[in-house]
């Protein structure tokens, strides 16, 4: 009986446990708990990208969002009759400036302020902000009449804001709508060559999935969006190697797998994320120190550790001696 055995048996426990924790939440859940990341705005600095002009473009598109947003012009119906005419060339314009206030009224507001909800039909067929729903149906309005050559572009720009309106039903728990969207965002940047946006569109659904106890669907998006990108994308490789970790069974390889690229990960996008990795790197050194000096098992403050410690060391001895 080695430590990594026993440590298997360890974390199929503290799975069995996260479990009942995750049923019992799922009981008991308020319709509208937010689920939240604290301090996490690095996740959203998109500007540097694979591809020699997606670093360019990105930081384009950050202008023209901006941009677009602060445009000062009459708030209008835009399928209204009593419309003030515009020019055929610029109606996309128009439409996709339109779409890109409504998107950021709508991300700076609070439920008590955010307006009417409305069914999302054909897309999650869930409930969103009317704001939201209009912005979207404003991008692909604007695409219909969109020079090609301006397509990749505005793609990104389209891609980025649906990423924003993810975000921002998940962390108020809207689960069915914001999962359409990060996979929406994803589909998109994908398109566009946009590969940082979709991995970390991706990235970020894994995370809520995990959140929402759904580990299989997690473990497939955080797969996909490692595949995408990993060396600017520190959010994924880490959840993939906590979550293969504690799928890993009876499998010693592939928990060793999933521990180095826990030991491998970069700094996390908020400080709750980096407390639990430092965390999750200190538990997989003891383990592995205590597996070759056993009085390293006293090297805990946890008394459960220690305990599993002693226990498989005086197991493996035993094996040994009837051995």
Not at 22 to 32: D, H, I
Request: proline share 3%; with cysteine; hydrophobic share 40%.
């Amino acid at each position: 009986m080695t430590l990594a055995s026993c440590l298997l048996a360890f974390v199929v426990i503290a799975s069995s446990l996260e479990a009942s924790r995750c049923a019992e939440a799922s009981s008991n859940l308020p319709p509208r708990e937010v689920v939240r990341e604290s301090n996490d705005d690095n996740l959203e600095d998109l500007h540097n990208e694979d591809e020699a002009d997606d670093l360019m473009s990105f930081v384009g598109t950050g202008v023209e969002l901006h941009k677009a947003a602060s445009i000062s012009m009459t708030k209008q119906n835009l399928h209204s009759p009593d419309s003030v005419p515009t020019e055929p060339d610029h109606i996309w314009e128009s439409q996709f400036s339109q779409g890109v206030r409504e998107s950021e009224t709508m991300l700076a507001s609070d439920e008590t302020s955010i307006g009417s909800w409305v069914r999302d039909a054909g897309r999650s067929a869930s409930v969103v902000p009317e704001k939201m729903l209009l912005a979207e149906e404003l991008f692909l309005e604007a695409f219909n009449t969109m020079p090609e050559v301006k397509r990749k572009e505005k793609q990104a720009e389209q891609a980025l804001q649906i990423y924003n309106h993810a975000k921002w039903l998940a962390e108020h728990n809207y689960a069915k709508a914001a999962e359409w969207r990060y996979r929406e965002s994803a589909r998109i940047a994908k398109q566009c060559r946009r590969s940082t946006l979709a991995s970390h569109a991706l990235a970020r659904l894994g995370y809520f999935l995990i959140q929402w106890c759904r580990y299989d669907e997690a473990h497939i998006v955080l797969q996909e969006s490692m595949k995408l990108n990993t060396k600017k994308n520190p959010l994924g490789p880490y959840l993939f190697g906590v979550l293969d970790r504690q799928l890993a069974g009876s499998d010693v390889a592939r928990l060793q797998a999933a521990e180095e690229l826990i030991l491998n990960s970069a700094e996390q996008p908020s400080e709750d994320l980096e407390e639990q990795r430092q965390q999750h790197i200190a538990d997989i050194r003891y383990w592995r120190n205590a597996e070759f000096e056993p009085t390293r098992c006293f090297e805990t403050s946890s008394v459960t550790h220690l305990v599993i410690c002693l226990a498989c060391t005086f197991g493996r001895v035993m094996q040994e001696f009837f051995a």
